[in-house]
């Protein structure tokens, strides 16, 4: 994941602007060991949701050069140029987001 401590654009999606209200509602709980550890969980919750609401606006913007598909058990993601698993990159994984997210670096490689 992404753990950069950049300042985050809650208005990028709704999943954001939910989870800032929930940090702010654990914050101001109240001081615990168990909040701060609750509060740690939920900042990082918070940067990981913002990751993957970038990555998918990066992908949605050239959306019509992807294709996601079942393959066997798993998801797999290809450009629609994909010739075969020899020649084109893929990605896979257990969700759509982990397949597109394997095939982010493949092609980022």
């Known amino acids: 994941m992404l753990k950069e401590n950049k300042p985050i654009n809650i208005n990028k999606h709704p999943l954001l602007k939910k989870c800032y209200e929930v940090c702010g509602a654990i914050e101001a709980s109240g001081a615990s060991k168990e909040l701060t550890k609750a509060s740690t969980l939920a900042n990082e919750l918070f940067k990981d949701i913002d990751y993957y609401v970038t990555l ?10 992807y294709s996601i598909f079942r393959d066997g058990a798993s998801w797999c993601a290809t450009r629609y140029d994909f ?8 990605g896979f994984g257990c969700t759509p987001i982990a397949a597109l997210t394997h095939l ?3 092609l980022n490689d």
């Not at 998918?56 to 050069?65: F, H, L, P, R, S």
């Open 104 to 106: 982010h670096t493949q």
């Open 83 to 90: 010739i075969n698993i020899q020649e084109s990159p893929a």
């Open 56 to 65: 998918i606006q990066e992908i949605n913007k050239e959306a019509n050069e």
